[in-house]
């Protein structure tokens, strides 16, 4: 009886992990995610710039808020997923999970670059300086270079298997340090001087001010979803470019071609 | 484990330079740190606390990229894997010299660096303690990136950018606890959390460094 | 293989215990760099007492093949199963600040055994080290630093021998002591797989030929 | 010298690692820096100027050990010094290269690591220019130390202690124009200063360099 | 010799022009390492069309005297003269990160002159290299990277070639290839001393036997 449960369970995996079942599947998660994006990001950035009140202090800079805090959120999700990649990767040897990797790595530094970015800019006005240092600026700062490691790693390394576990390694070990990390800045953070601008109590924000945040936020996500999906759609298409299925994929479009021409 | 030990060390003092050097690099650029603003010493002595810190993560660095590299090369490191009864005991073996050759040296001269410093002489004990608690993590961590970086011609910088996040909560207690000892306040909490470093690095990282070095030699 | 090693020693003890079982066994095993296999399937089984001569030109897949039985190559495809071995690659793999004698106590350090001292210099004294036994590896000649590398694989425990063009940069005389060695042994219930662009002087060896795929060099 | 430069462009990018870490690791100390002693901001950036300065000379060095050890393992130092034409030609070309992947780099970025250090943006260009003359003093006196220590398997930290102390002259006029420039100062005087060490640097490094490495060779 | 490399090459070309001057004389060379003497005196002279076989066992100084002759290691007694000359050493000297081709072009560019491409390639595919062509060499197997190095002496203007155990690593084909290539650049004016434990298998060949003196390993 468990024993059949265990085996039924193991084809799930088998299944989960082989590249042309996630290609297949994946198909429609790629629209939906994209479709709901495209629409969540305008209505929440229109909400967010035209229609929500300004703050009574910061004015109209506090709108950089509906790009930054997703883009801080959706960049620090990301490196958490890429870290159950790599566990998936290290233990299993999944090939779909160095797709997943190397299909995160430029969207999660993009973002976390976008939230230092945006940060600073809004920093600006409010701190009266580009930058301070304070935990949370710390910690993400640290996450982009935790980001650009691993990158570097994957460029430096040849073999793909070996680029593969390499990756999945750091990642993980990455993992396991962001929550120290995280702790300990924060934990530096009160020890030391009191912060100039603490994020930690947010502006008691009104609805209509936070809830193109949420929409915003859910945007990012979605968009998120979308681009690694697809992106590693790509991948296994580039990767599996020899086998059977993919040809079969292809070998329809390719004849009609051949036979308009 | 001796005949490992002992390898390691005979290994270490044939390169003499290797031994001394972890110092005299920290002594060097605390000079250098002297020079470049002069005031250093006059003011009071919460930077010169992370100054230190900061010098000792570095001269750390600076040791580990020659960690496994010789034995990369010559393909001892091959053997190593392949026929050691006990891999992660040869591993554990060569960061314990590593840090009797960067950690433990320093924590021992922490007197002489202290007094360039101008600390006052009843920090020394203190600082030496926190000193003897944290490096251990800093070897053990470094070994990870080391033994990740091996495999590269030109390792020492990608090396640093893996490591130093790795570094960063050590930093973070250590220069916390060494600013609290310089301000006399009580430094226990910071050194707690500093043991609680060492010793979760030294659970996690030799499996860490094994499985990294498993990847480099697959690599030729 | 490199995940459990220790496991790997113990099997090596046990079949050196009775002869029966294979000491190596490959099946369709094809080893790939690149993702393009190098050579036909194999389909190998090493009892103990023989001697494997491995030819085939330069990037034929020789030292591949051994790389992967010593488990330091995973693109291979075909399963194998093997017991603890001793392996020599191109990369001699002494520890070149040590000397001969210190790199035979490293080794055995590794297998937590004691070096055994006398035994060891009766080695080194018939590999014609004697006089270098104390001075560190790096500076030796190649052909000393061969023959250190020689003094590990007999002090090792381990009955599986994979070589890789062990012959090179020895002397004549060297070489016909390498083949003794080698006879002895087989002889003694241990097993060689030797790569080689020689032909191997010992009594009884079976030749195995690797042919490049089309896409290798020549 | 065309097909040498190219040669080494190729292998440094090869090694596409090296390129981007230096700066990584420059950021990251910076960060050390600023996390260690969070008051750094605030106070006058005198000092800031001169971790700066310091900074760079370590990342300096940290990139130095790599700069001929790939070439001496392999036996292409040997080539080279027997075969080259101009062997000191070679040698510039490698030199050059490593301060492209450094000096050229962090002056480029000069910036970045100014917003997170908080000098005033007018600042910018004069630092960049007080770098651009200073560093490739760094990589040239750098490379007669890489080449004295690329015969050693641990180099690394000899090196540093080697190295140092010829950094220093450096350090001493390059903090002393940025501090000018950071106190709105004139900094020409420390400026011509440094552009002075670059250019002895330049007429005598390369051959300090090629006599350092022939010694090297000759170790084995 | 390192302290004018130009003034080599251009001997190189004058010896090159008239053949009536010896490309290396040594007179009473002996070569130390730790301050003892490795060999008897030696009294070479090498014209154009020689080809030294240096043979000894393992030890005796062979290396040593090629690198003195390089102007790699200055421990010697005795004199030596010598033209621009080509050296390979146990070790290969090829850039690992680079490809065959790029190497060609690096040692070209030393010598401060542009790769003749298509005489490039030609060579390279004679040596059975033209796919790994483009591939770094620390992907080539330990044969195919010793091509490499070879197709960098055919490439040399030098005329004298000093080669340590150039066989090392060679499969069967390639080491009949090396011997035609060594007796061709004979015939072509050129001149090799080789030291090797094989027998060279070229036209006429003078052989210089090193006696290691008392104080070495045999
Ligand atoms: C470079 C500078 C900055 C960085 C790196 C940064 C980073 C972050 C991070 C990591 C978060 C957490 C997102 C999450 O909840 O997961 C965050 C949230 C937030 N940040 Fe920033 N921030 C910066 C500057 C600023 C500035 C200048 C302001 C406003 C004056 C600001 C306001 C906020 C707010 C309101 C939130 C959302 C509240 C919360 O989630 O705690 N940030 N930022
Ligand atoms: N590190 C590597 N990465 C990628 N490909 C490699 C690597 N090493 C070797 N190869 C390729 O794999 C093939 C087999 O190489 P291998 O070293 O196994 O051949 P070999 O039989 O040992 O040759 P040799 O007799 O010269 O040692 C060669 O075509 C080579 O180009
Ligand atoms: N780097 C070194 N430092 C000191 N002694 C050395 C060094 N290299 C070699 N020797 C000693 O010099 C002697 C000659 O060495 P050499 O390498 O010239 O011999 P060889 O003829 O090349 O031997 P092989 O045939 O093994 O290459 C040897 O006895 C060796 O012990
Ligand atoms: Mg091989
Ligand atoms: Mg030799």
Redesign the interface.
């Known amino acids: 009886m468990s024993g059949r449960i265990t085996s039924s369970l193991k084809q799930l995996w088998h299944k989960l992990g082989s590249p042309r079942w996630f290609y297949e599947i994946t198909h429609n998660w790629v629209r939906f995610f994209g479709v709901s994006a495209l629409l969540l990001l305008t209505v929440g950035f229109i909400w967010g710039i035209a229609f929500a009140p300004a703050d009574y202090q910061q004015g109209n800079s506090f709108r950089i808020m509906y790009v930054h805090v997703p883009a801080a959120m959706v960049g620090q999700s990301l490196y958490l997923g890429m870290g159950v990649a790599g566990f998936v990767g290290l233990v299993w040897r999944m090939k779909l999970a160095d797709v997943a990797i190397a299909a995160t790595l430029p969207l999660g530094i993009g973002l976390t670059a976008l939230a230092l970015f945006s940060g600073s800019v809004w920093g600006r006005p409010t701190w009266g300086s580009w930058w301070e240092w304070d935990g949370r600026t710390v910690s993400t700062l640290v996450l982009l270079f935790l980001y650009l490691g691993i990158y570097a790693l994957r460029e430096a390394i040849a073999d793909s298997n070996l680029r593969a576990r390499a990756a999945a390694l750091v990642s993980l070990v990455g993992t396991v340090n962001i929550p120290v990390i995280k702790y300990s800045v924060d934990w530096w953070n009160t020890l030391h001087q009191p912060a100039s601008f603490s994020l930690t109590e947010k502006p008691a924000m009104p609805p209509e001010m936070w809830l193109p945040l949420l929409v915003m936020a859910l945007g990012f996500y979605c968009f998120a979803a979308h681009n690694v999906l697809s992106r590693m759609r790509l991948e296994v298409l580039r990767r599996e470019g020899k086998t059977r299925w993919v040809n079969e994929l292809f070998a329809a479009p390719a004849a009609s071609q051949s036979t308009e021409r | ?4 030990l ?2 390691e060390l ?2 270490t003092l ?2 003499r ?2 031994v001394i ?2 110092l ?2 920290l002594l ?2 605390i ?3 002297a ?3 002069p ?2 010493r006059d003011e009071q002595s ?2 010169l606390s ?2 230190f ?2 010098l000792i ?2 001269t750390n ?3 580990l ?2 960690m496994f ?3 990369f ?4 490191l ?10 992660f ?2 591993i554990l073996a060569r960061i314990f010299v590593h840090w009797l050759g960067s950690g433990l040296l320093i924590t021992l001269f922490v007197p002489l660096l202290g007094l360039l410093l101008g600390l006052r002489p009843e920090m020394f004990l203190p600082i030496m303690l926190v000193l003897l608690v944290g490096t251990p993590a800093l070897s053990l961590l470094g070994s ?1 990136g080391a033994a ?2 091996v ?8 090396l ?3 490591i ?6 050590v ?3 250590g ?2 606890s060494v600013a609290a000892v310089v301000s006399g306040q009580a430094y226990t909490a910071p050194l707690v ?1 500093l043991a609680l ?1 060492s010793s979760v690095a030294l659970t ?1 990282a030799p499996w ?1 460094t094994w ?2 070095l ?2 480099s ?4 | 293989m490199l995940d459990n090693p220790p496991s790997q020693t113990y099997n090596a003890d046990q079949a050196a215990a009775h002869d029966n079982e294979p000491l190596l066994r490959t099946s369709t095993l094809v080893c790939q760099r690149d993702h393009q296999d190098l050579f036909e399937p194999l389909d190998l089984t090493v009892m103990p007492g023989d001697c494997l001569e491995l030819l085939g030109p330069n990037g034929s897949g020789k030292s591949t093949l051994l790389r992967t039985l010593a488990g330091l190559h995973s693109q291979f495809s075909g399963e194998y199963k093997s017991v603890g071995l001793v392996y020599q690659g191109h990369r001699l793999g002494l520890d070149e600040l040590l000397s001969p004698l210190e790199n035979l106590a490293w080794f055995s350090g590794l297998q937590d055994q004691a070096l055994d001292r006398s035994e060891a210099l009766r080695l080194l004294a018939r590999l014609g080290l004697l006089e270098q036994a104390h001075t560190p590896c790096q500076r030796l000649s190649a052909g000393q630093q061969r023959r250190a590398a020689i003094a590990r694989w007999l002090m090792a425990p381990q009955s599986l021998w994979l070589l890789d063009e062990p012959f090179n940069a020895l002397d004549v005389q060297s070489q016909q002591l390498l083949n003794e060695l080698l006879s002895e042994h087989c002889a003694g219930g241990g097993a060689v797989i030797c790569a080689t662009h020689l032909i191997l002087q010992v009594a009884e060896k079976t030749t195995v030929q690797l042919q490049p795929q089309s896409g290798s060099d020549l």
């Open positions: 484990m001796k005949g490992l002992q390898r005979v290994a044939r390169t330079g290797s050097n972890p005299g690099f060097l650029s000079l250098l740190f020079i470049a603003d005031g250093v919460k930077d992370s100054v810190w900061v993560l570095l660095m600076l040791s990229d020659a590299r010789r034995d090369d010559s393909g001892a091959e053997q190593m894997l392949i026929s050691a009864h006990m891999p005991v040869a990870i990740l970086t495999g590269f011609s030109r390792g020492g910088a990608i640093a950018l893996l130093l996040p790795l570094f960063l909560p930093l973070i207690f220069n916390a959390w470093c996690l860490a499985a990294a498993k990847i030699v697959e690599m030729q």
